[in-house]
């Protein structure tokens, strides 16, 4: 009959735990590595979105300030995002807003809609709900009816990504 | 394709109000980069339209891309300038057009 031999049990067990322990070490390295760059670097733009971006712009300078953008900071589920967009504008015959774009950083598919708006509309405010595919910004611009372009970006952390948006 | 259109409006509105239009369709907005069981792409189909009009007037329109969530909701304003009534159509990328009117109650 074998005797356990409790000094083995931990030379064994101390080995073991030695070893497993030299693996995850990188590991954990590079996890705290990932989780500081996620941090502190500003998310990658896709060059669709520069593209489009610019697209939009024709060589405007965006004002600031103008749109009001309610997007959560922390989506957990990427498919469903509500957004809500508010831009201060009387929607006068003199003074609206012609159109709203939302643009993403991080999707395949840099354009996510564009919405027409007129004097008809009383208030420019505009709601939907739509998908991130993993964390990025989220770029809105209003088009106003002086030719004036004003813009406002937020960013969004994904916890799961919308499926292949 | 969309079936099943909702559409909410307020009970009544007075003119001149500025009310809230809320639409809703069931749509699988499929972006076209997802790939079935045998790895062949699905083809993209989504509704990249929404027209608003009321009476022969358009209010709103959207022009939409694979972004936008399966079963859009869309909701947005309108000054109330007298009874009317709504009409809504809603265009997918196989040019199938959903159509939906609602009567807005004004008082």
């Excluded at chain 1, 395949?108 to 004097?119: E, G, I, K, N, Q």
């Excluded at chain 1, 595919?133 to 799961?160: C, H």
Aim: a neutral charge; one cysteine or more; glycine letters at 6%.
């Amino acid at each position: 009959m074998k005797v356990l031999r409790p000094e083995l049990l931990n030379r064994r067990s101390f080995i073991i735990t030695a070893a497993a322990g030299a693996c995850l070490a990188p590991l954990l390295k590079s996890a705290t590595a990932l989780a500081q760059t996620a941090d502190t670097a500003p998310f990658e733009r896709t060059p669709l979105f520069e593209t489009e971006l610019k697209t939009l712009l024709a060589g405007a300078v965006p004002t600031d300030g103008k749109i009001t953008v309610d997007l959560p900071e922390m989506a957990e589920n990427g498919n469903f995002v509500p957004i809500t967009m508010t831009v201060d504008s009387p929607m006068t015959d003199a003074d609206h807003v012609r159109a709203i774009h939302i643009l993403s950083s991080g999707n395949p598919v840099a354009h996510v809609a564009t919405f027409r708006l007129s004097p008809l509309n009383g208030r420019a405010r505009v709601q939907s709900r739509m998908r991130l595919a993993r964390s990025q910004d989220v770029v809105v611009l209003a088009e106003l009816s002086n030719g004036e372009i004003t813009m406002s970006t937020m960013t969004v952390k994904v916890t799961l990504g919308g499926c292949q948006t | 394709m969309a079936s099943n259109p909702r559409i909410k409006l307020p009970d009544q509105a007075a003119i001149g109000d500025v009310i809230e239009v809320k639409t809703l369709v069931t749509h699988v907005m499929e972006t076209g980069n997802r790939k079935d069981k045998d790895g062949v792409p699905i083809p993209r189909n989504i509704i990249n339209k929404l027209i608003a009009k009321f009476g022969d007037v358009e209010v709103f329109h959207a022009e939409l891309g694979p972004g936008i969530s399966a079963n859009p909701y869309i909701s947005f304003q309108m000054k109330v300038p007298g009874p009317g009534v709504f009409e809504f159509a809603w265009i997918d990328d196989q040019g199938v057009k959903l159509v939906e009117t609602a009567a807005l109650n004004v008082v």
